[in-house]
């Protein structure tokens, strides 16, 4: 059975550091890219944070997070990781790992598996 958990989320002072893991199990992810979607309240749609090829060669990123978070991966560890600093109110959201996408992309459909989810809190 294929998981994916997500691990390090919580509550943050403004201006402050997270550091995201999502470990799979199940399969190996190491061909495949991986990603980060947030949702910042219910019903309303998920929203790509960043992704990362299956080498870690090629990442994109959400306008909103370029140059404040960035995405990486053990493929040892079957993981990928999202370091989030310089923390904002509006990055509060439940933050979603996905994998198994073909391709690098922003696209939620791209991926064929999704962790839980962990939430972020940003308190101003």
């Known amino acids: 059975q294929v998981q994916l958990v997500e691990s390090g989320g919580g509550l943050v002072q403004a201006g402050g550091s997270l550091r995201l893991s999502c470990a799979a199990s199940?399969?190996?992810?190491?061909?495949?890219?991986m990603g980060w979607f947030r949702q910042a309240l219910l019903g309303k749609e998920r929203e790509f944070v960043a992704?990362?090829?299956?080498?870690?060669?090629?990442?994109y990123y959400a306008d909103s997070v370029k140059g404040r978070f960035t995405i990486s991966r053990d493929n040892t560890k079957n993981t990928v990781y999202l370091q989030m600093n310089s923390l904002k109110p509006e990055d509060t959201a439940d933050y979603y790992c996905?994998?198994?996408?073909?391709?690098?992309?922003?696209?939620?459909?791209?991926?064929?598996?999704w962790g839980q989810g962990t939430q972020v809190t940003v308190s101003s």
């Open positions: 996905a994998a198994g996408s073909t391709y690098v992309t922003r696209r939620p459909q791209g991926y064929d598996y």
């Open positions: 992704a990362i090829s299956w080498s870690g060669g090629t990442t």
């Open positions: 199940g399969r190996t992810f190491s061909n495949t890219a």
